[in-house]
């Protein structure tokens, strides 16, 4: 039997948050992506041609792409770091604006208009304080990188003068391919430098993602262990509920709630949007483990039930946009 039901707002918040980062990691693996590789192989093409043609001087040259690769690291790391933040912030900002507008007859109801406004706002201000440490960042590492690269090329230019006058290269044509080898190597770094931005973003909105997709889950939807009765009468008695979503521990949804749904009868559950309809019957199907209280069916507490059988057993029908009962229905 097909189920179709309105998500949870858990379940809004981690699709929003999924959805913004998508986008990020979709920007870095794009062009930027394909530009960055290109400019890093012309760059090591650049150096390679420089020492078939004069190896000495190059190498005396690239001693300084070390320092280059070194300063850079680090300001990308930290940059990365920053980013994560950040991207915390505006993800936290995208689902209480999701939310909100979701609810928009609720809020309005309620008049907490400015209330919600004022907390996307500080979520927005937290995010510019964190997103002002890059400043200093980027500041160090163009300034430095710019340094280096006009460094290294005025150090090609030096030691091929004293090597030419010297007689050590008989040839300045050969000097002026290794410099001319060296501009093309240290042009590509500077185009590469302004695209770390966007690869940091994308790496830190994989962390976030990869972070919920590698979180160990504590149920086993396909475990063949627990009860199967064999037959449902669909009894529910619940007892001094009590749950918050993992993604707000610090909100919660369902205190102390008491409830008894007779087996044979029809039973609306009737609310505003927002009021735990839908969080109630996400832990009568185990989506979510309760924080504490008992669900019963049949008089069978639902842990001791297989997962499998109990979900196989309940149809749900997705409320109306207009209308907030949400019925049950038990084979």
Partial sequence: MSTRL???TGIKITNTLKATNG????????????FTIQNITTFIAAFVVALV?????TLIT????????????????LDAKVESKVMRFYSRAASEAQEVISTIRTVHAFWAQERMVTKYDVLLQKAHVEGSKKSLI?????????????????????QGYRMFISGEVPNVGKIFTVVFSVMIAATTISAIAPQFSTLTN?????????????????????SEEGEKPLTCHGQIEIRDLNFSYPSRPGVQVLKGLH??????????????????????????????????????L??????????????SQIGLVQQVSHLTILPLHFN
């Fill in 53 to 57: 043609v004069q190896w000495k001087l």
């Fill in 259 to 296: 409830l008894s749904v007779p087996a044979g009868k029809t039973t609306a559950l009737v609310g505003a949007s927002g009021c735990g309809k839908s969080t109630l019957v996400g832990l009568l199907e185990r989506w979510y483990e309760r924080a504490s209280g008992s669900i019963e």
């Fill in 138 to 158: 980027y500041g160090v590492l163009f300034s430095s990188e710019t340094f280096l690269i006009y460094s290294m090329i005025s150090l090609a230019f030096w």
């Fill in 298 to 311: 049949d008089n069978i507490d639902i842990t001791k039930l297989n997962t499998k059988w109990l979900r």
């Fill in 62 to 77: 690239i001693t300084i792409i070390p320092a280059l690769f070194i300063i850079t690291g680090i300001c990308v790391a």
């Fill in 6 to 8: 309105q998500l949870p």
């Fill in 23 to 34: 986008a990020r990691i979709n920007k870095g693996i794009s062009d930027k992506l394909a």
């Fill in 202 to 222: 994308a790496a830190a909105a994989a962390s976030e993602i990869f972070e919920i997709i590698d979180k160990p889950s504590k149920l086993d939807p396909l």
